[in-house]
């Protein structure tokens, strides 16, 4: 099992990997399940309304059926979408995390990605480790460019971006918003 932060990046992130967290936590990092729909619609409700402001861009009450089919039945080779949950199966784990990435539909070399992790597991390396994943994946599956949409006071997630590589950039006509990006040669990870 792994404890904290790993020194090197997974050879295969659609693998489940157990993880301990610095708080001694265990969670699974795994993709994503369709029977994990349940389990992120209640996690849902416990999030702060901020969390959800700074991962949609805006307050979101609920996730609909068809945004909770979407997440839970990524379309293979176009999206890849990995969970932290706690060590049961599917359906029965509490989600903690969801790290998700799409390919652009007329640019298949790029994808926008999204990531959220809830405040009782935040500050403990999880993103980070999440973030790796979908990075890895990209890389894997041809994917040269990964990007998304920030709010400016999003300090945790630009700081953890930064420090992967990622570039940033103002979006015009959309104040505190950045887009941050990250350049993928064929076969590098940083970070």
């Known amino acids: 099992m792994k404890t904290g932060r790993r020194?090197?990046?997974?050879?295969?992130?659609?693998?489940?990997?157990?993880?301990?967290?610095?708080?001694?936590r265990e969670l699974v990092i795994?993709?994503?399940?369709?029977?994990?729909?349940?389990?992120?619609?209640?996690s849902f409700q416990l999030l702060h309304e901020d969390e959800v402001r700074r991962r949609f861009l805006h307050v979101l009450k609920a996730l609909s059926e068809a945004h909770l089919h979407q997440i839970t039945h990524p379309a293979p080779d176009r999206e890849f979408v990995v969970v932290a949950a706690?060590?049961?199966?599917?359906?029965?784990?509490?989600?903690?995390?969801v790290a998700r990435l799409s390919r652009d539909?007329?640019?298949?070399?790029r994808?926008?990605?999204?990531?959220?992790?809830?405040?009782?597991?935040?500050?403990l390396g999880l993103g980070?480790?999440?973030?790796?994943?979908?990075?890895?994946?990209?890389?894997?599956h041809g994917i040269r460019e990964l990007w998304g949409?920030?709010?400016?006071?999003?300090?945790?997630?630009?700081?953890?971006?930064?420090?992967?590589?990622?570039?940033?950039?103002?979006?015009?006509?959309?104040?505190?918003?950045?887009r941050i990006s990250l350049r993928l040669p064929a076969g590098k990870l940083r970070g």
Do not use: C
Request: hydrophobic share 40%; proline share 11%.
């Open 7 to 24: 020194a090197s990046a997974p050879s295969d992130p659609e693998r489940a990997e157990r993880v301990r967290l610095p708080d001694l």
């Open 30 to 42: 795994r993709p994503i399940h369709a029977r994990d729909a349940g389990p992120i619609e209640a």
């Open 86 to 97: 706690e060590p049961l199966p599917p359906g029965k784990a509490i989600v903690s995390a």
């Open 105 to 109: 539909g007329d640019q298949p070399a």
């Open 111 to 123: 994808a926008e990605f999204g990531l959220l992790v809830s405040h009782f597991v935040t500050g």
């Open 128 to 140: 980070r480790i999440l973030l790796k994943r979908l990075i890895e994946w990209s890389g894997q």
């Open 149 to 178: 949409d920030v709010m400016d006071d999003n300090t945790p997630m630009l700081a953890l971006t930064g420090k992967l590589g990622f570039s940033r950039e103002t979006i015009r006509g959309s104040p505190g918003l950045i």
